[in-house]
Every structure is written in structure tokens, then in C-alpha cells.
């Protein structure tokens, strides 16, 4: 019996309210031997104190020793397997620009590229073209007409765009034309797969048309695509879970995960305070609420490690409004560690809380990476994170007699 | 997506070292109520001091409550699942006496015994014959021809020898010819599968010119077959994470264990001293080093707790010399425990420390079996250890966007 199944016959409907706080990259690294980390520096009474009254543990995002990205990072929290379910590049990076797949559509990354006379790739990045001048020729795309698909171009940043066709009977499984290197010309579109041909022939046409609307660029007059990919099949909270989620992020990127996973985007918060606001409202209308902050990923990348200590308390202070919302289940994690001292993304467990009245007292009361070391749940599967809160918000039945 | 697969994904290369030095059956028992284990009574500064800049945590060589023997042990701590990935009997006493097998080979432990008049067992040790005196019968039996097939025989003690059959079509799965019993004769090698029907032949040819060799013999004058097994097919350290690797060790089964990974054996030491007077002159040539400690494993199979405290301060006085190299990664484990007190392998998990900048520290000060319990790897599976050195070697990319 897989997991999911067990989940789905398990899960059961009541009036219980989980809120899943989600601190980007939260775990951290001392900078200097002997030191403390990010969050054990910070002065966090709130997440302290909720330390003492629930459950804490140490959450590994893939398996040790891993490093996620963004996506896997959270679909591990979500309770879905990062192994096992995969967002492919192209999907992820739609996803990213807040661009919403659906069933029909086959979505990939595009670098434009600058082609000498014969064709040839002579910058690999169109000169890095400013992202307005590149915005401009991503407008001019908008002129290619594939009969029997529709075709949206959408530009990322710089030399970066988003291509997604539309249509029945496409397949992601194409290659990349991007041939890695300079003097050569890019690949055309092929399938990888034999289910993938129409996909490659519309790709093709794409960028056959591409070459014409783009001749007289100077910097980007040609492509290459990477990352072809369909939107993942991934089961939805309502029908794994029985929950109405609710997303409430400020980036693209992380509304986009949480569609994936079918959770309605509510509001259009841009900083902590009015996610907060958010959360108030929608308080009625649905079971679960997914709240991301980015800032404690944003500042570790940056290497900025006092900065990601204030962002890191900044969060603290907003505890106590959600918890005056009486959560059945509050947890605060994160969906990986970024380490400022790294400067990015990193392996190391995440300090995770979870804070419900069926909680198992753990004897900790600070929150911090040392600590949840010692916490209740031990070192746990990330993707086990959602069976504890909705064992904790009693939404599980039985399993067996 | 399998672990494997995940690693080949992921692995990229460095100039970073890393050294895993196995202190075969370090884990202990203390011998009374309230006392402490053999690590825990050793003095052991260096291994404390690198705790406390490390990360310890407790490894479970199988599963829990599982002894393994040597080649489970090892293939576990190289990362190689020991449930998934599996030594035939033949391969690991052929490896564990040096020889080193290929992939037209298969190996079978033999066992001499006496025959009666009628053909049947009389004796299953052959009256436990000493080693001179086997070790010449086995010199006779490399008169048997066999045609198209090269055959070895190697003495390995006692009663006990090692056959190995070389040649094209050959497969291991052919029954034991040991009826476990007296007053009944060998069995005739019999294929166990189909594909084994060549190699079931070779043997009964070889049974019967032994039979002929050793009529003379007064208490080896039968043998009896077990263990048929093929060279396992293992990937290559350098295939899976991209490591050169070198293997360091005195005894020959730990050699053998290492080539079985695609390590290179270096130098021909015969203590821990010219063990790391190799490590030092190999420094330059190999990412990876396996550093194999027999004498934590002897001295607790032979019961002997203070000399296993004894070998552990030796062992942790080594350790120095091989910080003065500056291993990127340096871990101390072993490959199961030995306690004194059960003067055997057991299941009890393996004091682990890895020790590299990148480490998060877990507030231990102390190396020991209580202390590794409360560490920041938790209580995890010996096969995610390379992970683990992967990632604190900074060779591991990012596992999706």
C-alpha cells in the first residue's frame, strides 16, 4: 500500500484548521566554529514559546545528504515523494512566472541567443540583453500562429522566456536544442520519446517562424529551448486529503506549487503583514493554509546573515496573530536550509514545530536547529510532515481494527 | 527514481578529499550493568576534539536488529544497499582471501571431508585437518583439467578451500552439494537455474577427478560444494559518485571488499602506521580513501575488552597525522559493532562521526556509542553515509529547481 493511498483511506472530514508556515530556507550554519546559526542567534520568544507547548523535529528535505531546489523542497512538505513526483524544468519554471499549466499544455524554457551569418551560435545568451529590450522581441513572438495549438511566449528575465503550447495529444519528452557551446548551430526540436513527435514538429514550426520574426534583431535573433515538460500529475489537497487549501505567497514561484497541488491562490499580499490580513479573511472558507516567506531563503542566498536573523524574528513577531486565529494545527518550517554562510541552498535537516493540543510534550523550549535535533518527531522525511498534522488535527481514522 | 540514480544525477567533481577510516566493529557493550562500552572507557582526545567539530550520528549497518558480516557491512558504509545489493557466499571467501574475481568467474566454498568405504560422509571437517596438511591436498587438486574452463584452487584454512571456475557461459546458481549430515554421500552439483546448466556440469567434473586425486587421502579424501556465486555486479565508486578511490588496508577480505567497488589498492601496509604512510604518499593521486582498522573487530571477537580499549587509543592517537592532511571530509565508523561481551558481530548501531567545514554543529563533545545517539545524523542507515560525505564535499549539485 503506497502512503498516498493509506492517506486517502485514512483521511477523514472536520472542522479542524492547519496552518502550515513556511520559512524559505530557514536552517542555517554558524558562521565561525562554536558559533550559533541564524536561528539560534535570533531572538524568537514566540517561536519559543510555541516550542514549549507543541512538538518540534528535524525535517530532511529528499534524504540526507541532499540539496533541493524549490520544487522539491516543497512538494516533500505538500507529503508528496520528491522522487517519486518530479516537476519538470520548463513546468517548473511556467510555474515560476506564475504562468497556470494545464492538462494540454507542454511548457519549456527559452534562452535567446545571438546566430552569426550562417547560423551559428555566437553568444549563448544574447549579450544578456537587458530584461525590457528582451521583453520587447518575447512581444514580438506573440506573432507565431501554429494551426491547431495555441502558443503562449512569456518573458522570465534578461535572455529568459517561457514557452508553452497548447493542444491535444502533446507529450514533453523532447529534447533540448541547446548544443552547450558556441559556433555550432542549435539543435532543432526532437522528440526523446515516440509519443513526443507532434510535440517536437510543433516546436519545430515555433522556432522556424521565430527565425523569420526575429531576423533583423541584433542581439537576440535566435533560441535555444530546454526543459520541455507537461504539468506533473500530481494528486490535489481536496482529493488526497480532503482539505480546501489555501495559498497565501507573495512570488510567483511558490503560488505556482501550491496550483500543482490544487490549493486555491487567495489574495494578492505582498509582504508578511497583509499575508496575515489574508489569512484573517479566508479564515472561514477553507481547512488548510499554506503561508510562504521567502525573505529567510532570500537573505541566506545573499550570504547576509544578520539580515536573515532580523527576517528570521521579523517572522516571530507575526506568531501571535496567527495563533490568535486558534489554529487546531500551527507548523512552522521551512523547505530547506540556505545556510548564509553557504550562500545558497544546502542538505542540512530543517527545524520543523508543529503546534496542536494532541501534542506530545518534548521537553524543548527554544526553537532552534540544536533543538529540534532533540525534538519529539527526531529527524523525520519531510514528506511525512503532512500524516503528523493531520493525525494532529484528528483527521485520520483508524488504520485496521 | 532510485538512490543510484539520484547519486549519478547529482555527483560532480571537485578537488575536495575525503577519508573514511572503518574501525571494523567499533560499536561495544559495556561488560556489566551501569558500566560503560569499550569507546566509552577509551581516552580518546582526538576523536572528542573532532566531535565537537564534527557531526556524529549512530549507523544501522542492515536494519535494525540485523548483524552483518563483513561484505554487507562494508557495502553498506560504500553506500551499496546490503539487502539490494548481495555477495554471493563463493565471491566473498574467494575475495576475502585475495582473490580477485572476474566476470567470467564463479566461486564456491568447498569444505574437505572423509568418505567411507560406500562414498558416504564419515567426517564433515575431514577431522578438522590442520592447515599444512590441507594446504597440500589443495596443491594436488590443481591437476584437475577441465577442458574450455580454467580452474583455481586456493587453500583457506583448515578444512576449508576456495574453486573458482573461469570461463565464458558460467552462472552461480548452482545448489550446495553439502547434504548437512553424516552416513549420506555428497550431493552432485545441480544447477538451481537453467542458465546454470554448464557451470553445474563443471563442478560434477571437477568432483569427479577430485574424487580420483584424493582416493588415497586418509581424512580428505571427499569434499563438499557451497556458496556458488558469481563476482557481484557492484558500480564502480568512480561510475556512481566520480571518486577516484584507494583502499588502504592490511587484511586481504577488506581488500578484496574494495576492489569489489572499483578501488584501487595502494601500497602494502601491515599496520596503522605504514596504513597512513600510504595515505600520505597517495594523498595526490585519489579523491577517496578507505582506511580499514581490523583490531576493533579481533580484540572484541576474541572478548578482550581492555585490549579493544587499547586498539581504540591507538586508533584515535593515528588521528593527527591524518587531520595534518586537511581531508575535506574525514569520518571515523566502523562497519558494525563487535562487542567484547558477545565476543561476535552484532546489530547494535555504529558510533559515526563526519567532520568537515560544512558540518552543522550538534553540540557533542565526547565520541561514543551514548553521545552519537544525541547527534545531528540522528540514528540513520549506513548506505546514506556517502550521501552524507558527498554533500559535506560540496559534490553534490542541486536536486531540482
Not at 544546502?346 to 514545530?353: A, C, D, N, Q
Request: aromatic share 8%; with cysteine; hydrophobic share 40%.
Amino acid at each position: 500500500m503506497t502512503e498516498h493511498d493509506l492517506i486517502r483511506e485514512l483521511a477523514e472530514k472536520n472542522a479542524s484548521k492547519i496552518v502550515m508556515l513556511v520559512a524559505d530556507g530557514l536552517g542555517g550554519l554558524p558562521l565561525t566554529a562554536g558559533g550559533s546559526t541564524e536561528l539560534e542567534t535570533a531572538h524568537t520568544p514566540n517561536l519559543d514559546r510555541l516550542a514549549a507547548r507543541g512538538t518540534s523535529g528535524s525535517s530532511i528535505p529528499v534524504l540526507p545528504g541532499i540539496t533541493p531546489g524549490s520544487g522539491p523542497g516543497h512538494l516533500g512538505l505538500f507529503g508528496y515523494d520528491p522522487l517519486e513526483f518530479k516537476i519538470g524544468r520548463g513546468a517548473l519554471e511556467a510555474t515560476g512566472i506564475g504562468f497556470e499549466l494545464g492538462p494540454d499544455d507542454v511548457a519549456a524554457r527559452g534562452n535567446f541567443c545571438t546566430l552569426d551569418a550562417a547560423g551559428k551560435i555566437s553568444d549563448r545568451r544574447a549579450g544578456r540583453i537587458p530584461s525590457e529590450e528582451s521583453f520587447a522581441v518575447v512581444e514580438k513572438l506573440q506573432g507565431v500562429k501554429i494551426p491547431g495549438v495555441e502558443t503562449f511566449v512569456k518573458p522570465v528575465k534578461e535572455h529568459r522566456f517561457v514557452v508553452v503550447f497548447r493542444g491535444p495529444g502533446l507529450d514533453g519528452r523532447v529534447a533540448d536544442t541547446d548544443p552547450q557551446a558556441v559556433g555550432v548551430a542549435p539543435l532543432d526540436p526532437q522528440p526523446a520519446h515516440a509519443a513526443a513527435a507532434k510535440t517536437a514538429a510543433v516546436a519545430q514550426e515555433f522556432v522556424k517562424q521565430a527565425r523569420v520574426i526575429l531576423k533583423d534583431e541584433q542581439k537576440a535573433n535566435g533560441m535555444v529551448l530546454r526543459g520541455f515538460a507537461a504539468k506533473p500529475a500530481l494528486p490535489s489537497y481536496e482529493e488526497l486529503y480532503g482539505l480546501k487549501a489555501a495559498a497565501i505567497a507573495v512570488y510567483p514561484m511558490y503560488k505556482g506549487l501550491a496550483r500543482l497541488v490544487g490549493m486555491t491562490l487567495v489574495g494578492k499580499a505582498q509582504s508578511l503583514g497583509e499575508q496575515i490580513a489574508e489569512l484573517k479573511k479566508a479564515w472561514n472558507d477553507y481547512d488548510f493554509f499554506f503561508l510562504h516567506f521567502k525573505y529567510t531563503d532570500s537573505t541566506g542566498e545573499d550570504g547576509a546573515f544578520e539580515q536573515k536573523v532580523k527576517r528570521i524574528e521579523e517572522l516571530d513577531a507575526a506568531i501571535p496573530q496567527i495563533e490568535a486565529l486558534r489554529p487546531d494545527v500551527l507548523i512552522v518550517t521551512g523547505d530547506h536550509s540556505t545556510p548564509s554562510r553557504l550562500k545558497s541552498h544546502s542538505w542540512h535537516p530543517v527545524p520543523t514545530l508543529l503546534v496542536a493540543d494532541t501534542c506530545r510534550p518534548d521537553g524543548l523550549t527554544k526553537f532552534s536547529e540544536r533543538d529540534c535535533l532533540r525534538g519529539g518527531f527526531g529527524i523525520f522525511p519531510a514528506k511525512h510532515l503532512m500524516l503528523l498534522a493531520m493525525a494532529h488535527a484528528q483527521r485520520f481514522g483508524k488504520y485496521g481494527a
